[in-house]
């Protein structure tokens, strides 16, 4: 069974990075779209990334374009969030959902951004 792990959250100044990881087990990710997705205090879950299976097709939350590029790596089974410039309204816990037919979620890593 396909299950995902979130990883690479953590304190950082603003202007600052952080690289997150999402680590599959049980399954191949080959045949997946990968999401990203955060969660802030007081705010509803938002959509901040996607990539297709083939990672021929990328898109980004308006608030993360050009600072913020999502990738994988397929001998890794492992996808990846690698966020720039970072503002503190980017603070939440970020998730990763592999989406074909069935969506699987993982646990999620906290991003907290502050001087």
């Known amino acids: 069974q396909l299950q995902l792990v979130e990883s690479g959250g953590g304190l950082v100044q603003p202007g600052g990075s952080l690289r997150l990881s999402c680590a599959a087990s049980?399954?191949?990710?080959?045949?997946?779209?990968i999401g990203w997705f955060r969660q802030a205090p007081g705010k509803e879950r938002e959509g901040v990334s996607c990539?297709?299976?083939?990672?021929?097709?990328?898109n980004y939350e308006d608030s993360a374009k050009g600072r913020f590029t999502v990738s994988r790596d397929y001998a890794e089974n492992t996808v990846f969030l690698q966020m720039n410039s970072l503002k503190p309204e980017d603070t939440a816990v970020y998730y990763c959902?592999?989406?074909?037919?069935?969506?699987?979620w993982g646990q999620g890593t906290q991003v907290t951004v502050s001087s």
């Open positions: 049980g399954a191949t990710l080959d045949y997946y779209a």
């Open positions: 959902n592999a989406r074909y037919v069935i969506n699987y």
């Open positions: 990539i297709s299976s083939s990672s021929t097709n990328t």
